[in-house]
């Protein structure tokens, strides 16, 4: 008999069950209806781009930099998420809004960076350059572990830039007003993907949380590992009190297990059995 105290990524589901591909996308729909109706904003003519102020500390400019690389990574996240759920519109058209809202986020970011005077254009070009020599891939080989991963991380950035912006604000109105709108993206995103873990829990509670002791063993930051300097400028965002591993148990990890209604019993580590 084996007993593994940390079991792998639970097993892969089969197709979903048509009931709740049809709920999911009632969900997507309703998150598009909002966001078409109060939160579409425009990069050049919703941000105040005559206040920037050239004098904000250079190492915001740097924590501005390494977010507005991880939002680059676009391609990679819509390109390796959305094969394994075309047949399920409402996560596939989610994955065509989303990928649409996140592309403003790095837009408006290196905007800042050129305009604020902190990168010049050609500086901006190399980092983009540079930072496809790498590759993000998924985390998760299925979609449940993905989607339940994908809630931690919208909620964890949107604390990012939240923080963010409590450091930068009132003295730079430019940035400002673009770190308020990404926050308010993320703050949907995150609001999205919980919706769907909550639809997985009704249906399957126990298989769903399975999957949400696995992603929280293994939960990391895409920066982490992905961007060059990685470590340093995790540090820098550390030591600015942006994230860090105390903010992510307070105002991430424990939230989230009371808004799910999920019992410290259900999420010990259960022991897997295993004949061999
Ligand atoms: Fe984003
Ligand atoms: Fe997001």
Redesign the pocket.
Known sequence: MVIQANPPEPPPEVIEDPELREKIYKVFRDYFKKAEKKRRWNIDTDIPWDQVNKDVDPVVADVIET?CM??LYLPDYLAKQLPAVRANRGRAWMLANWGY??S???MVLEDWLIRSGHRTEKQVREMGDDLFSREWNVHYGNSRSAVIYTMFQ?LA?RLH?RNLRAIAAGRDPALDKILEL?MQ??AA?AHFFRSLVQLYLEYDRERTIEHFRHVVRTFHMPADSLLAQGRQRMANIRALKIFDESIYFTEVYQPLVQVLGLTKDELKPKKVHRVS
Do not use: A, L, N, P
């Open positions: 977010f991880v939002e809202e996140e403003k986020h790095s919208e950035t830039y990404v993206d993320e995103h």
